[in-house]
């Protein structure tokens, strides 16, 4: 049921501060300010070698966003893979090391085999799982749900934003467990995480001006999407779900990496969204945008209040988000980016919840 909504993806997109308040009150102890795990866990944080991750698609992105959560929060090296290279690669393990697998329907094939071998090769298998009934949820060790209910929409909204809440919970507990988060630390993640729901609500907000800005993308044959730090993972998830839903061809960088190639892409006819809330390293993203700005590039700026005050270029739009802890920005810029994508596929007249040759398991390789 869409209830009040034309598809059930914008349905899902405005689930999410319910579903992610519901995800975190599930891992948060708010009252105490502490992160609370499932009990029993076979390793110890202390102890552990590196944490390898393995997914696709939007949930690997959700697992790159975490390698920055994890190296943080609990400076512990992070690996992290698309299953389908992962699975191949015969990639030596050091036995006695996390292997974490997040998947929405938990029967992805190559995620799947990703963990079979992460098993064998005596890794504890953690599972960030939507379906809890699932292949992947069966065969891990442990299991940590995402209570984001069932996702009908085929492109992943809900889902992953439940799946970011949960490994940000992780990488907090395994920062407390290693002695890199005190206890007061803790407290105020915690609570950065418990506000999550309301600033998602504020991000919402934005939902008309976002349809006029889908206008014009919807005129636009390339998209290029920037990021820094965990701004990264969002613009490549902004540009496949750009594509996925609109069928315009859409990349995602990091900032960074802007001149080593695709500034070559840019001219007057080139939207570049750059997703950049005021953070550590807005500055630079500042001058990448310079760049994109002196060769003609259409800049569409996505940051908070901060941000839009310093953003020293011109852009043909900035969508401005509530000013919002570092650690959870990319839960809330994640609302932007999927109602950027939703509406230019409306605008465009694609099947939203059925994108053409998609499906929403993939249980082949
Ligand atoms: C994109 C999307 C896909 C899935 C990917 C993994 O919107 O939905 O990229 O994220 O197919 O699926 P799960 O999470 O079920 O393993």
Known sequence: DKGNHKHFMLKEIYEQPEVVARTTAHYLDMAAGKVRLPADLPFDWANLPRISI???????????????????????Q???DIASEFRYRETPMVPGGLMIVVSQSGETADTLASLRYAK?????????VNVPTSTIARESHIVMPTLAGPEIGVASTKAFTCQLAVLASLAIAAGKARGFVNAEEEDKLVRAMMEAP????????????????AKMLSKARDVLYLGRGTSYPIAMEGALKLKELSYI???GYAAGELKHGPIALIDETMPVIVIA???????????????????????????DEKGAEHAEVETVA??????VPATIAPIVYSVPIQLIAYHTAVEMGTDVDQPRNLAKSVTVE
């Not at 807005?282 to 590039?297: D, H, L, P």
Request: glycine share 6%; proline share 2%.
């Open 198 to 213: 309301r600033y998602m609500n504020e991000a919402l907000k934005q939902e008309e001006h976002i349809a006029g800005i």
């Open 277 to 303: 809330p005021f953070d550590k390293v807005y500055e630079k993203t500042v001058s990448n945008m310079q760049e994109v700005a002196a060769r003609g590039g259409q800049i569409l700026l996505v940051t």
């Open 249 to 251: 061809h859409a990349e």
């Open 78 to 80: 992070v690996d992290i």
């Open 318 to 323: 900035t969508i401005v988000m509530p000013d």
């Open 120 to 128: 064998e090769n005596g890794q504890h298998v953690l599972a960030v």
């Open 54 to 76: 393995a997914a696709c698609g939007t949930a690997y992105l959700a697992g790159l966003t975490a390698k920055y959560w994890f190296e943080r929060f609990a400076r512990i």
